[in-house]
């Protein structure tokens, strides 16, 4: 399987008040392949959506290197991070982010619109997405008239719409009730199996879990999470 993330030695910092140096990340090394489904956790504050922003080409490392598809985004210029933000990556966030006069459909069909995408393929390639997240009957429908589940999912599709390698979703359950939560993750387990590498953010430990590997951020650097035979918990590099 091919490498589709790979992020070295990664640290950024923020110039905050009287210009003093914040570091939030400190050397952060990260290595994911096709179809892989990791989650990372860590307090609030400890920089997990910065190193999302990053990976999602969204704003600059302060140095390293970060790898999508092969691709060094401290390398590229704007012409290709933009390249990269609309065909290789997709966002979910906790909000959902849909726009809300626009209905189920029109949501999923905008991110192919902008890609270049035109014509009738373009509305029957959204039906099936939303096929796909199970939202066919709903398509006509405002985010307004639907449960936050079914504004996730039209999310998810409209996610998949560009066919991206990697899919960063930050908190994605953070609004829903437990059990639609788990039916989200559940979504994110199939569309792993079928190719997409998907990195979420989580603090719900039971659904962060449910991932094939666990990261936890903390003092500015990740390690995998590893679970014991015993039960425990040991973070090893
Ligand atoms: N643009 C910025 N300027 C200064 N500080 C920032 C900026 N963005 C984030 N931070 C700080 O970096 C730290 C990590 O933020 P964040 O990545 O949002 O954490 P998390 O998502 O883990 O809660 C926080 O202390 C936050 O205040
Ligand atoms: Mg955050």
Do not use: C
């Amino acid at each position: 399987m091919s490498t589709i993330l790979k992020i070295q030695d990664l640290k950024k910092s923020f110039i905050v008040g009287g210009g003093n140096e914040y570091r939030v990340l400190k050397g952060i090394d990260l290595e994911m392949r096709e179809g892989e489904f990791f989650a990372l956790m860590g307090p609030s504050g400890s920089g997990k959506s910065t190193l999302l922003n990053i990976v999602g080409a969204l704003i600059d490392a302060t140095s390293g290197h970060v790898m999508v598809d092969s691709k060094d985004l401290t390398t590229l210029n704007d012409n290709d991070l933009t390249d990269i933000r609309r065909h290789s990556i997709a966002w979910i966030f906790q909000d959902f982010s849909l726009i809300p006069n626009l209905s189920a459909l029109e949501n999923v069909i905008i991110p192919m619109n902008l890609a270049g995408e035109i014509g009738p393929d373009v509305e029957e390639r959204a039906i099936k997405l939303l096929a796909r997240v199970g939202l066919e009957e709903r398509m006509n429908h405002l985010p307004d008239g639907m449960s936050g589940g079914q504004q996730q999912r039209v999310a998810i599709a409209r996610a998949l719409a560009n066919r991206p390698k990697l899919l960063l979703a930050d908190e994605p359950t953070g609004n829903l009730d437990t059990q639609t939560g788990h039916e989200i993750i559940e979504l994110f387990k199939e569309l792993a199996a079928d190719g997409t590498t998907i990195l979420m953010v989580s603090h719900d430990v039971a659904l962060a879990h449910s991932a094939q590997k666990v990261f936890i951020l903390q003092d500015g650097i990740v390690e995998e999470e590893i679970q014991d035979l015993n039960g425990g918990k040991n973070n090893v590099n």
